[in-house]
């Protein structure tokens, strides 16, 4: 199993970034998918988890209103895509697969695969 992540860069305050998270030897349909966000020193953070087979999908607080999950088919990629960014999101984002789906978990230890992570970096 692999999942790559992708489309992070460089944004202004309140500008918009798409993150794309493929996974080869798996399919997100049977799957919890979630995106984590890590600052330097600090552990992973959860920012967003989806399970596809009932659409059941989990927000943190901080990227509640502002960030949302889809994707375009049954199978993958998986879009992140994130507006009205702040200096605060600036992080180095993950996207991760629990392979158990009875709880979309918002923590790091339920996930059982992880992408490489992709830096997304917003100026003030």
């Known amino acids: 199993v692999q999942l790559q992540a992708s489309g992070g860069g460089l944004v202004q305050t309140g500008g918009s970034l798409r993150l794309s998270c493929a996974a080869s030897?798996?399919?997100?349909?049977?799957?919890?998918m979630g995106w984590f966000r890590q600052y330097p020193g600090k552990g992973r953070e959860f920012v967003a988890a989806?399970?596809?087979?009932?659409?059941?999908?989990v927000y943190a607080d901080s990227v509640k209103g502002r960030f949302t999950l889809s994707r375009d088919n049954a199978e993958n990629p998986v879009y992140l895509q994130m507006n009205s960014l702040k200096p605060e999101d600036t992080a180095v984002y993950y996207c991760?697969?629990?392979?158990?789906?009875?709880?979309?978990?918002?923590?790091?230890?339920?996930?059982?695969?992880w992408g490489q992570g992709t830096q997304v970096t917003v100026s003030s």
């Open positions: 991760a697969v629990d392979l158990s789906i009875r709880v979309v978990s918002t923590k790091a230890s339920a996930y059982d695969y």
């Open positions: 030897g798996l399919s997100f349909s049977n799957n919890v």
């Open positions: 989806v399970r596809w087979s009932d659409g059941r999908t």
